[in-house]
């Protein structure tokens, strides 16, 4: 092995490496270099390590290697952890914020906003957050706002749907909202459906919308009268995609104004029913106003739009003024007063023949007390007056 070292060129390797036991039992790793001085072979430099040595450095080596590698791998987890961390906070607390938006409970992200994306989308959504805010609180407004309303609201398709409403068109036709929102507002309307779908037709070519009255189908099939406003819903200057349905229950007020008519006619039935002249004249012009049946018959007259305009006294006395004929005006007196008055008159009736007849005026007043109208009420006295002349005339002859 020595000469073997000792002749080694290193014309294939730079070190020739042997291994040769000890006397001491001991390994060894025998490494020599050739030795050349001024180009001449001279020997060889020798050199040997311990293989026990050796294996036990590499061990060393080896468990040092594999505690810095899974301390590497510790502290690369713990800063991969970290970093996730930090990164999944802003998107936890983004999705969290998106489930607080379904619910309607909206609050802006309290987060510091940096310069990454997740910053960028920190801030835009907390933009939108502050927009979204203003909407719905407009939003809820407007449901608050026609949820107040006593009128039905109701927002209808181009195929009459219904899209949206308020809280009192539920009570209108007596439907939940479930119901009414399925319903086709044509299913409402009585009449034959061809008809009703023509006349719905006509809406969206701008006719017809204006208030009018119609009539509705309750839940319950019965008919409802009611006051409808129909107007366009617009976006920009397009053509209109729904129309606005504004429904007010008049079922009251009709029934008032059939009370009213029915009351009316039956007062019209007592004063024409009496052989009174009665009219009601102006207090400052004399100009009739009013009048009943009798009063018509004794003028002339076929219908009262003939004697609208004129003056008592162009009826009754052929033009003359009561004054001036001298004979007292109880209207005068009534409207000086504030209280009845009465005398008698002589009254021409349409054939020209004279009449006596006995006057009552009574007031009407306004609410500061002021007369402005005056109920003329003229009785026929001829018979009374021929018969007291005729008894005066015969105690006189006797």
């Not at 039992?25 to 060889?44: I, T, Y």
Request: hydrophobic share 40%.
């Amino acid at each position: 092995m020595g000469l073997k070292a000792a002749q080694f060129k290193g014309e294939q390797s730079a070190v020739l490496q042997q291994i040769y036991r000890r006397d001491t039992g001991e390994s060894m790793w025998d490494l020599s270099a050739p030795v050349f001085v001024q180009g001449r072979h001279w020997g060889a430099f020798r050199i040997g390590y311990s293989i026990q040595e050796i294996d036990d450095a590499i061990g060393n080596l080896k468990r040092v290697m594999s505690i810095i590698g899974i301390s590497m791998m510790l502290m690369v987890a713990l800063l991969i952890h970290f970093i996730v961390k930090r990164m999944t906070t802003p998107l936890k607390a983004l999705t969290r914020a998106t489930e607080a938006i379904s619910a309607i409970n909206i609050t802006p992200l309290e987060l510091q906003a940096t310069d990454d994306e997740v910053g960028t989308l920190i801030r835009a959504f907390n933009e939108m957050i502050d927009k979204l805010q203003h909407t719905t609180v407009s939003k809820e407004y407007l449901d608050n706002l026609l949820d107040s309303l006593h009128e039905a609201v109701l927002v209808v398709s181009r195929s009459g749907k219904i899209l949206r409403f308020n809280r009192a068109a539920t009570t209108l036709f007596g439907q939940s909202a479930e119901q009414l929102q399925h319903r086709n507002i044509l299913e409402s309307l009585p009449g034959a459906e061809q008809e009703n779908r023509q006349w719905f037709e006509t809406l969206w070519q701008g006719k017809g919308l204006n208030i009018f009255d119609n009539r509705y189908i309750g839940s319950d099939g019965t008919q409802f009268p009611a006051s409808t406003s129909i107007a366009p819903l617009r976006q920009d200057d397009h053509a209109p995609n729904a129309l606005i349905w504004l429904i007010q229950d008049v079922t009251e007020r009709k029934q008032a104004e059939k009370n009213l008519l029915e009351s009316k006619q039956f007062l019209e039935t007592i004063l024409n029913s009496m052989g009174d002249s009665i009219s009601i004249l102006d207090a400052q012009d004399f100009k009739i106003l009013g009048c009943n049946q009798t009063f018509l018959d004794r003028s002339g007259a076929k219908s009262i739009t003939e004697l609208m305009g004129r003056t008592c006294y162009d009826v009754t006395h052929q033009g003359n003024k009561c004054w001036e004929i001298d004979e007292i005006c109880p209207l005068l007196e009534t409207r000086s007063t504030g209280r009845q008055a009465s005398c008698e008159h002589v009254h021409i009736d349409k054939a020209g023949w004279e009449y006596y007849v006995q006057i009552i005026t009574s007031p009407i007043k306004n609410e500061t007390g002021e007369v402005i109208k005056v109920v003329h009420v003229a009785r026929d006295i001829t018979e009374q007056k021929t018969s007291a002349n005729e008894l005066r005339i015969s105690t006189e002859l006797l």
